[in-house]
């Protein structure tokens, strides 16, 4: 069966940077798009980013661009979500999933794995 794995999530400094993994089991290469989704407390889901199974486009949410970077490892059958100058209002559970269309907002997806956390604090 299809499964999805984070890590990578911890306690940062602002400014600081964090690379979460995705780990996908249950399927081969990059038969999903796989996208990033964070929760805060007390605010909505919010799509932040994905990578497209199509044709290996990228997308990234506004409050993202510039800061994060998604990349897939068909090899390893790993998605990575790498985060630099992370900011306090970063803080959330991060998860992955597998978003039908990855530019489709609010994404529809069958399978998501168990979230990671982030904190960025001094």
């Known amino acids: 069966q299809v499964q999805l794995v984070e890590s990578g999530g911890g306690l940062v400094q602002p400014g600081g940077s964090l690379r979460l993994s995705c780990a996908t089991s249950?399927?081969?290469?990059?038969?999903?798009?796989i996208g990033w989704f964070r929760r805060a407390p007390g605010k909505e889901r919010e799509e932040i980013s994905c990578?497209?199974?199509?044709?290996?486009?990228?997308y990234y949410t506004d409050s993202v661009k510039g800061r994060f970077t998604i990349s897939r490892d068909n090899g390893k059958n790993t998605v990575y979500l790498q985060m630099n100058s992370l900011k306090p209002e970063d803080s959330a559970v991060y998860y992955c999933?597998?978003?039908?269309?990855?530019?489709?907002?609010?994404?529809?997806?069958?399978?998501w794995g168990q979230g990671t956390q982030v904190t960025v604090s001094s």
């Open positions: 999933a597998t978003p039908y269309y990855c530019r489709v907002i609010p994404w529809e997806y069958d399978y």
């Open positions: 249950g399927f081969t290469g990059d038969h999903y798009s």
């Open positions: 990578i497209s199974s199509l044709d290996g486009s990228t």
